[in-house]
């Protein structure tokens, strides 16, 4: 199995590549300004992006953004210091990804990236119909704060619903065993699923 390299996107062409693969799998476009004023970190295989994560360490987070005034209002979570904050977004995982061992090591890495980061908070923001990621969310003991339309300015884009949490630090590492039982279910799940489709084609047959 070939080995991953994760490495810091700094370049204008590599973070507008990020942007348009994030947009293929995640299905919305990202504002420039916005990667380019976070810590957007590539994984490379064979000198070729295959997946990607942001951490967005100052305030201008785009979660909170999305968030209606009437609950920022409300919710006792919005009176923290956003400087204790950060924000994990961007994240796509490319089909050269084939392996739980490979899918483990972005995870952990991300999650390692949260620790060193010394924030208190990890705002979280997903389409709220999303499965998969929300499944990653209750992993992680995400507290939702939010869940419906954006709150959205001129010229923004988004889900037409989104879901918006936060965690801390130590609960992204805490869940790392956890994910590696996930990933490792989940690839069993299609290979019975796999094995089963090519059964009944024989049968079939």
Known sequence: MEKLAFRE???????????????????????????????VIGVFLH???????????????????FV???????????????????EVNGLWIGPSIKTPKQQ?????????NVITSRKKYVLLMSNSKNKNIQA???LIKSV??????????????????????YTTPWDCLACVPKYWVAVVQNRQRRLRLKMASRQRQLARA
């Open 144 to 165: 939702p704060v939010y869940e419906g339309a954006p709150n959205l300015m001129v010229g923004d884009e988004s889900h037409e619903t989104i879901k918006v949490g």
């Open 47 to 65: 000198d070729k992006l295959v997946a990607g994560y942001m951490i967005v360490t100052s305030p201008g987070y785009r979660s909170l953004m």
């Open 104 to 112: 483990f090591k972005i995870w952990f890495h991300m999650a390692r």
């Open 9 to 39: 996107i700094e370049t204008r062409t590599e973070t507008e590549l990020f942007i348009e693969k994030f947009e293929v799998t995640g299905g919305v476009r990202l504002p420039l300004d916005y990667v380019e004023n976070s810590q």
């Open 136 to 138: 990653l969310h209750g």
């Open 68 to 86: 209606p005034d009437k609950i920022k209002n409300s919710n006792d979570f919005f009176k923290n210091n956003q400087d204790d904050m950060l």
